[in-house]
């Protein structure tokens, strides 16, 4: 079972499109999933949830009130599950702190999940900050895949993720955390901006950078209001054959073993 944090502490970049059309992407292509929404706004929960479970949410797990293995509940998709997230956890920062194993209690949920569930991909839509649920991620993650929109900011704070990703190895909370990889995201191939953010970002982070690009379509706003994915919302849709490619290049990557103890040193002014 392998944990991947799905995170940008910049939020509208596109982390929850990412987490969700991913999971539904790899369930396709027979992977066992378990999407897991750190998310306090619940974004995740309100598209893959179903509308009569009642199952308590990750909050349960992190103040120890339920195992994380009792939290995982099917969705109508076919090989994808959800540990669904509430208005609850945006208490965690307070509660979660106070106690002696702040950083490690969505390891021990994982642990509880590794034991009982046979899960080959667990994505976690991680909130867009850098508190203790982002903590508690990066503690409990394998490795960490970030999305970046393809704007004059992409790189925004990408240089502080990459620190506190280094303080949590250094830590010894999680030395062999890894970065899966980098994605594009809202690319505008239109524009004249857009193209030339996504040449500075590869020519800065070179081979981290997936090769697919996700691009900018209304379809991605429409798809949650219908409480869809994408795949549902819009099967032959451009957005749709690029999670589709994402999804296979991310199982490629992972087959050959490819990952980046660290991206280099993120710039964090306006590409040139």
Same mark, same amino acid.
């Given at each position: 079972?392998?944990?991947?944090?799905?995170t940008n502490?910049?939020?509208?970049?596109?982390?929850?499109?990412?987490s969700?059309?991913?999971?539904?992407?790899?369930?396709?292509?027979k992977?066992?999933?378990?999407l897991?929404?750190l998310?306090p706004?619940?974004s995740?929960?309100?598209?893959?949830?179903?509308?009569?479970?009642?199952?308590?949410?990750?909050?349960?797990?992190?103040i120890?009130?339920?195992?994380?293995s009792?939290?995982?509940?099917?969705?109508r998709?076919?090989?994808?599950?959800i #540990?669904?997230?509430?208005?609850d @956890? =945006?208490g !965690?920062?307070?509660?979660?702190?106070?106690?002696?194993?702040?950083?490690?209690? *969505?390891?021990?949920?994982?642990?509880?999940?590794?034991?009982?569930?046979d899960?080959?991909?667990?994505?976690?839509?991680?909130?867009p900050s850098?508190? #203790?649920l982002?903590?508690?991620? @990066? =503690?409990a !993650?394998?490795?960490?895949l970030?999305?970046i929109?393809?704007?004059?900011?992409? *790189?925004e704070?990408?240089?502080?993720?990459?620190?506190?990703?280094?303080?949590?190895?250094?830590s010894?909370?999680?030395?062999s955390?890894?970065?899966?990889?980098?994605?594009?995201?809202?690319f505008?191939?239109?524009?004249?901006l857009?193209?030339a953010?996504e040449?500075?970002?590869?020519?800065?982070?070179q081979?981290?950078?997936?090769d697919?690009v996700?691009?900018?379509?209304?379809?991605f706003?429409?798809a949650?209001?219908?409480?869809?994915t994408?795949?549902e919302?819009?099967?032959?849709?451009?957005?749709?054959?690029?999670?589709r490619a994402?999804?296979k290049?991310?199982?490629?990557?992972?087959?050959l073993g490819?990952?980046?103890?660290?991206?280099?040193?993120?710039?964090?002014?306006?590409?040139a």
């Amino acid at each position: 079972m392998k944990v991947i944090a799905i995170t940008n502490q910049k939020g509208g970049v596109g982390k929850t499109t990412t987490s969700v059309n991913l999971a539904a992407a790899l369930a396709e292509k027979k992977c066992r999933v378990l999407l897991v929404d750190l998310d306090p706004q619940g974004s995740a929960s309100s598209v893959l949830a179903p509308e009569e479970s009642e199952s308590p949410s990750i909050y349960s797990a992190l103040i120890g009130e339920a195992l994380g293995s009792s939290l995982v509940t099917p969705t109508r998709l076919k090989n994808l599950s959800i #540990i669904r997230s509430d208005l609850d @956890l =945006a208490g !965690a920062e307070i509660e979660v702190a106070r106690m002696d194993d702040h950083m490690m209690r *969505l390891r021990g949920a994982f642990d509880a999940i590794r034991a009982e569930h046979d899960f080959d991909y667990v994505l976690m839509d991680c909130p867009p900050s850098l508190g #203790i649920l982002m903590s508690n991620a @990066l =503690a409990a !993650a394998d490795e960490i895949l970030v999305p970046i929109q393809c704007e004059y900011y992409a *790189l925004e704070g990408l240089g502080l993720l990459m620190e506190v990703t280094d303080r949590i190895r250094s830590s010894g909370a999680n030395p062999s955390l890894a970065i899966s990889g980098l994605v594009l995201t809202m690319f505008d191939g239109r524009t004249n901006l857009n193209p030339a953010v996504e040449k500075e970002v590869r020519s800065h982070f070179q081979e981290v950078v997936f090769d697919t690009v996700i691009p900018r379509t209304v379809r991605f706003a429409e798809a949650p209001s219908h409480g869809r994915t994408i795949f549902e919302h819009d099967p032959q849709g451009s957005g749709t054959a690029a999670y589709r490619a994402l999804a296979k290049e991310f199982l490629h990557r992972s087959k050959l073993g490819l990952k980046f103890t660290n991206a280099p040193a993120a710039d964090t002014g306006t590409p040139a």
